[in-house]
């Protein structure tokens, strides 16, 4: 991972992101908290720039809240992340946009092979999920790339140990069906549930071409919810 710190640099990489409409995954207190936006504007000579309204909206409380969020997003397969204060927030047409200051430096390689999308309610799909026992529980699809996914599950009481093969079957909204094997990489229970996160295992090439179909259109139902610019 490399840390950039020239200013000129920097700017060259937000404006390829803006550019572009990168789909933005922001964090506001750690993975399970992810919420989507877009660049809207760079303004070097102010030193801020404006992100899009938080997907979901819950987010936007969260944000003023915290003053800071961490951006992540993919540029051509590289992933380029940043930390940001919020300056201040605004509303276009009753669409909230946020002011945050430009970063002093991005990160910028592969940390995570597959940038994940988050799945929105018009995609809502089901996952079944088959523990080592022979149990199955129910839950919902909450991010997906080719290298993983992210279930919610209704269940608050899940004991699994990291690195545990798990089997998962859903069907995407074209109809088509995916069961594969995924090994748990990460489990955390609360009051609304678990969420747990997943790398594929054995995926065949025809499910990863299903797979990609879904994640694209992911990410072009996200990115035509944004508006282009925000004055």
């Known amino acids: ?123 809502k799909t089901d996952v079944q999920v088959g523990l080592p026992d022979g149990d199955t529980i129910n839950g919902s699809l909450q991010d997906i790339s080719l290298g993983g996914l992210r279930i919610k599950v209704d269940s608050q009481h899940i004991t699994l140990s990291t690195g545990t093969s798990l089997t998962c079957r859903f069907q995407l909204p074209g109809g088509e069906f995916i069961e594969c094997g995924v090994v748990l990489r990460s489990l955390s229970c609360g009051d609304r549930g678990c969420q747990f996160g997943g790398q594929f295992e054995g995926l065949d090439p025809l499910q990863r071409r299903v797979l990609q179909k879904f994640i694209t259109l992911l990410e072009r139902d996200a990115i035509r919810k944004t508006p282009r610019e925000a004055t």
Do not use: W
């Not at 009753?94 to 002011?99: K, Q, W």
């Open 1 to 123: 991972m490399e840390h950039i710190r020239f200013r000129p640099q920097i700017l060259s990489l937000l404006q390829r992101i803006q550019d572009g409409r990168c789909l933005l995954a922001v964090n506001l207190s750690g993975d399970a908290y992810q919420f989507n936006s877009a660049l809207l504007e760079i303004n070097a000579e102010q030193g801020y720039l404006v992100l899009d309204e938080l997907k979901p909206s819950t987010g936007h409380d969260l944000l003023l809240q915290l003053q800071r969020c961490r951006v992540r997003t993919g540029l051509k397969g590289v992933i380029v992340s940043f930390t940001t204060l919020l300056i201040s927030s605004g509303q276009q047409n009753g669409i909230a946009y946020y002011r945050l200051a430009l970063p002093d430096s991005l990160s910028y390689g592969q940390r995570r092979a597959h940038f994940r999308p988050k799945v929105s309610r018009a995609f």
